[in-house]
């Protein structure tokens, strides 16, 4: 099931309470019908530093989860992680934390933190899975003041909970003139079976897309092969590369050009129809 990663619009906050009450339903069970109340409104995580992300299974979907996400200096820190259990174990919750550690990277963080259950397999085990160690908490007044909160709340009672950190790559700088050279010299590099038969087509460099989707490249406009009657007069259709996912995955410029030259050639494939078993078939991938 493919999951669709984008930054939480106004018209999902409202969903989030509820995707995490019933996520919290998960404890019930292990906890013996452990009740932590009702969770915050979507709308007052949106209120807090940091960002809101949101899964669906279709492009611009009704949410299934959620990641809210807190800025604290250069760290970042998963404050809350909930799918629906119905859509639970497809994958949503690691593209959630991946797309969040991406835009966390972005933001200039250097790590990503979290606190969790030590013995609940969807908690730390999951996570460690994802690159997360356990660390010894930093004694600063941000992560003191989240040990408080779950006091407060009584979640120690049910368990252990461990303090977990993920080093985050440190990305790389680069102004947007440098960085849509860059993509030019690698169109240049391009195959010329692959750029020959582009017919009323543009390349565009954007920072990022509009609503804030974890995404490198989109193919905007009407395949070949479902062209029609396309004619003349027609605006052109669009590839569009984006800068911030590319530097927040690279710290070399290589690594830059290689992500570059396989976002060229996956856009280029939806203008061709081609999907990409027939990519690595004709050897463009």
Request: hydrophobic share 40%.
């Amino acid at each position: 099931m493919p999951s669709f990663v984008r930054r939480a619009l106004d018209a999902d906050l409202d969903r989030l309470a509820e995707i995490e009450r019933a996520a919290d339903g998960l404890f019930a069970d292990v906890f013996q019908g452990a009740d932590w109340g009702a969770p915050p409104s979507g709308r007052s995580r949106a209120g807090d530093s940091g960002f809101l992300l949101v899964v669906s299974e279709s492009d611009g979907g009704e949410p299934v989860g959620f990641a809210h996400v807190l800025q604290h200096g250069d760290t970042a820190h998963l404050e809350q992680l909930s799918v629906l259990p119905d859509h639970s174990r497809r994958g949503h919750g690691r593209a959630l934390v991946e797309a969040a550690a991406r835009e966390a990277t972005s933001r200039g963080a250097l790590r990503i933190t979290l606190r969790t259950y030590a013995d609940i397999p969807w908690n730390a085990p999951f996570y460690a899975a994802l690159g997360f160690e356990e660390r010894p908490a930093p004694d600063d007044e941000f992560h003191r003041s989240l040990v408080v909160a779950e006091e407060h709340a009584g979640l120690s009672l049910h368990g252990p909970r461990v303090h977990m950190e993920r080093d985050l790559p440190a990305g790389m700088q680069m102004d947007a003139d440098a960085f849509e050279a860059l993509v030019i010299d690698e169109l240049d590099r391009l195959p010329d079976d692959m750029v020959d038969g582009l017919d009323n087509v543009v390349f565009v460099v954007e920072d990022e897309p509009e609503d804030g989707a974890d995404l490198f490249g989109i193919y905007d406009g009407l395949a070949l092969t479902e062209r029609g009657q396309y004619g003349l007069g027609e605006l052109p259709d669009r590839i569009v590369v984006y800068r911030r996912a590319h530097l927040a995955a690279c710290e070399t410029e290589d690594e830059l050009r290689d992500e570059i030259h396989t976002t060229l050639v996956h856009e280029i494939a939806h203008f061709y129809g081609i999907d990409d078993e027939q990519l690595h078939e004709m050897g463009w991938a």
